[in-house]
């Protein structure tokens, strides 16, 4: 029985192995053999060596094909991967080039002055206004690995979004880019904040594309003669929407320093899109906290609310940017509703206005 077995085994796989017509004679001769008890072919069938042989070389066909096909399909999943990948990295840079964010005006190559002025409506602290200016100059026959500038993340931070009582000295000094570094993204700054605090700092980011994702981290490390060491850490993870067109970027960052007890982090998550080329908005949720309280002192004296560790604010709100000329002018517009501790976490109104001057590629 077990010889019978093994002949049909054989006999099928030389049945889809072999063309029709040898099929048919190979299927006769095999019957005549068995009927007959031809020995030769009967124990040529039987053969070990012959049994090895035959499934060795069916095997081999059948392995050839599956890599053929493999291969073909690994490649054609490759190449679609790599150019959604690198579409996806397009529309992010796209985005970021438009609003002209940190995420941008640290990285970009091209020389650049940016102007900006702006007031705040605070349903809480009344009327302020707004200035920054950001320049990055890259200084001739360095090979682009020099450049001059007035302004950093800090102003930008200082300025336009943190509550402080005095604006620190606007940044200026030189910057050197690490362009050797493969996809390595690195920058050292050098200068000053104010005559009497020099500072040094290296920002470094590793962008990672996947087929849907975009991995963006950063670090920075940082020493001035004031503040003496900080060091932030800033992950973003932007993912285009089935439209292919609109992005939801996720934004995550903490940082520390000397004399910061704990650690402030907090994350954003934004829906950013566009309506035509001129004009594009996002729609944002923030919240901010911290691992340690600073004082137990109350920050507001109207709510005399005694601070916390843990989320000190929760904040919501609409970015709004259109292009009024060309690529040098644009206006922004910012309408955002916070829930801070200070003011016990009741809604506080807050309207920006901004009138952006900006020239690239000088």
């Known amino acids: 029985m077990a010889r019978l077995f093994i002949f049909v085994l054989i006999f099928l796989t030389n049945l889809f192995a072999e063309s029709k017509e040898n099929n048919s004679s190979t299927k006769a001769e095999a019957l005549k053999a068995t009927v007959n008890e031809e020995s030769p072919l009967y124990e040529k069938l039987l053969s070990l060596d012959y049994i090895q042989s035959s499934i060795s070389k069916k095997v081999l066909i059948f392995s050839n094909r599956l890599d053929h096909s493999l291969t073909n399909n690994i490649?054609?999943?490759?190449?679609?991967?790599?150019?959604?990948a690198s579409s996806l990295y397009g529309i992010v840079n796209l985005y970021d080039n438009f609003f002209k964010d940190e995420t941008y005006l640290s990285t970009t190559n091209?020389?650049?002055?940016?102007?900006?002025?702006?007031?705040e409506l605070n349903a809480e602290e009344g009327f302020e206004y707004f200035n920054n200016i950001r320049v990055s100059l890259r200084l001739p026959k360095t090979e682009k690995a020099l450049y001059f500038f007035v302004g950093d993340e800090t102003d930008e931070e200082t300025r336009t979004i943190n509550k402080?009582?005095?604006d620190k000295p606007t940044s200026i000094g030189i910057k050197y880019v690490l362009d050797n570094l493969d996809i390595l993204d690195a920058s050292l700054f050098g200068g000053f904040r104010g005559i009497s605090n020099p500072f040094i700092k290296?920002?470094?980011?590793?962008?990672?594309?996947?087929?849907?994702?975009?991995?963006?981290?950063?670090?920075?490390?940082?020493?001035?003669?004031?503040?003496?060491?900080?060091?932030?850490?800033?992950?973003?993870f932007d993912h285009r929407l089935e439209n292919r067109v609109d992005l939801m970027r996720l934004s995550?960052?903490?940082y520390t320093k000397t004399y910061l007890k704990g650690m402030n982090y907090s994350a954003q998550l934004s829906y950013i899109s566009t309506l035509k080329h001129s004009i594009g908005f996002q729609v944002y949720a923030l919240a901010q906290g911290q691992t340690k309280i600073q004082t137990t002192q109350p920050a507001n004296i109207k709510y005399n609310v005694t601070p916390t560790k843990g989320i000190y604010n929760y904040s919501t709100g609409i970015v709004w940017r259109q292009q009024l000329f060309k690529k040098y002018?644009?206006?922004?517009?910012?309408?955002?509703?916070?829930f801070d501790q200070q003011y016990n976490y009741?809604?506080?109104?807050?309207?920006?206005?901004?009138i952006e001057l900006y020239f690239g590629n000088i």
């Open 75 to 84: 490649e054609d999943d490759a190449n679609a991967s790599t150019k959604e």
């Open 329 to 338: 002018l644009f206006y922004e517009l910012q309408p955002l509703v916070e």
């Open 164 to 166: 402080v009582d005095e």
């Open 110 to 119: 091209k020389s650049y002055i940016r102007l900006r002025l702006g007031a």
């Open 252 to 254: 995550l960052k903490r």
């Open 202 to 236: 290296l920002r470094f980011q590793y962008p990672i594309a996947f087929e849907h994702l975009l991995f963006r981290p950063v670090q920075y490390i940082e020493y001035s003669l004031e503040d003496e060491f900080k060091e932030e850490t800033q992950f973003y």
């Open 346 to 354: 009741s809604a506080n109104y807050i309207f920006r206005a901004h």
